[in-house]
């Protein structure tokens, strides 16, 4: 039986949400658990989205098959009795055996957010620590920039870049409470470091260094250029990922 | 010269405020670093609360005195750049020599949350995780009891009982968004245990196990019960302390 979870994770003990030999990883934690309620059978757990070191989740979705008869409300009570509380996962729900979840994507929502304000060390591995005013103003203007259609080449990492780097974004806005920047991003998908890499230059607008206009000249020039900045990975959460079949 | 100081930090890997030995404490770190700044003349840091292990300020007051000659903006990031990132000085003021920080307090505000939704892994030490829906119409009921100037020995672990447990609560409420309650405590002072107890009693009236009046009853007593439940401390924050002198 194939079922569809979804799931949250704390990134910032994780060398990033894919397996990697000699690394502790959201998915080789999700698939000893599976495997373990999975009577020893191996499981493996293909997943929506990858996310870096680092970098958290409260809705990232995957698919995985059980060969033992479990109900999904009781998969999700042994799955999550089996693994850390770094990780949850929020809901189970069969599909059938040919789902392939990642086909079925619509959207992605993504949230970066930065702290203008006093260093806070509560939220030091949750948000990122910019502690300076930005020019929110100017970052608005930059943002526009990123809507639609457009080949991300350049900010994607230069010894990465696949054949197609052409994705949609859909919305991109700033929200800004208590110094707080909420910068959200929804799109049909988007490239390692990508997001990242974007919020780099953004912060790169919001100091003065660079003017909103030269956001676009970057996107056009399809260049990783050597300047390219990329926000740190904790103050990245995958929030939402919609699915064609939902809703 | 005498300093006020105000900081914050995340309680979770501190065996509380206080120092203790062969405990990692937030007093002892900041001991140590004011130390190495005052060219390793011993400082001592008088704190206006104590913050129990796990238990997370957003806004705690203490005062030192340092014998080398440093300006309050200077000790501020003297102070920063010798503490983990667990720690941060939100802002420095020199006071006269005489002057004793909690003797100055008109108020402390505290609150306390709590997540009757999903499992918030990226929560998990900054939000107790309750996971059930609670009745918060009853407990804003209950926390009415609260209100006002009260002998809180039933409040307080029964070792722990002092000659005087009369404390004044000023206000009190309950917030809810998103599925998280934030309660709000604001009083003259509050004895050890004394907010994390109100909150285990209120959170057996959300669940059904004792009604609000019960809570007056409990507080009447002026008996610790061996019923009494505690909160889990990671839920809890001190969130502003009041001086007289101030604002």
Redo the contacts between chains.
């Keep these: 039986m194939r079922y569809l979870i979804r799931f949250?994770?704390?990134g910032s003990n994780f060398k990033g949400y894919q397996r990697q030999d000699g690394y502790r990883t959201v998915q080789e934690e999700l698939e000893i658990a599976a495997t373990k309620v999975n009577n020893l059978k191996e499981v493996k757990i293909v997943a929506v989205s990858r996310t870096d070191r680092g970098v958290?989740a409260?809705d990232q979705v995957a698919h995985l098959d059980m060969d033992v008869s479990i109900t999904p409300y009781k998969l999700k009570r042994a799955l999550?009795s089996n693994i850390s509380?770094?990780?949850?996962i929020?809901s189970v729900k069969e599909v059938s055996d040919d789902y392939f979840s990642r086909y079925h994507v619509l959207s992605k929502e993504y949230h970066y957010y930065i702290n203008m304000g006093?260093?806070?060390?509560?939220m030091?591995n949750?948000v990122y620590q910019h502690c300076y005013p930005l020019n929110v103003s100017k970052m608005r203007d930059a943002i526009q920039f990123f809507k639609g259609e457009h080949d991300f080449r350049a900010f994607v990492t230069e010894n990465r870049v696949k054949d197609n780097c052409v994705r949609c974004i859909y919305d991109v806005s700033i929200e800004e409470k208590n110094n707080i920047l909420d910068i959200k991003f929804v799109g049909n998908g988007f490239l390692r470091y990508q997001v990242r890499n974007m919020v780099g230059a953004l912060i790169k607008v919001g100091t003065g260094k660079i003017e909103p206009f030269v956001v676009k000249e970057i996107l056009d020039s399809k260049v990783r250029g050597k300047n390219g900045a990329t926000a740190k990975p904790c103050g990245l959460y995958l929030v939402k990922t919609k699915l064609g079949d939902e809703e």
């Design positions: 949250s994770y704390d958290h409260l999550n509380d770094e990780i949850h929020n006093e260093f806070n060390p509560i030091r949750y």
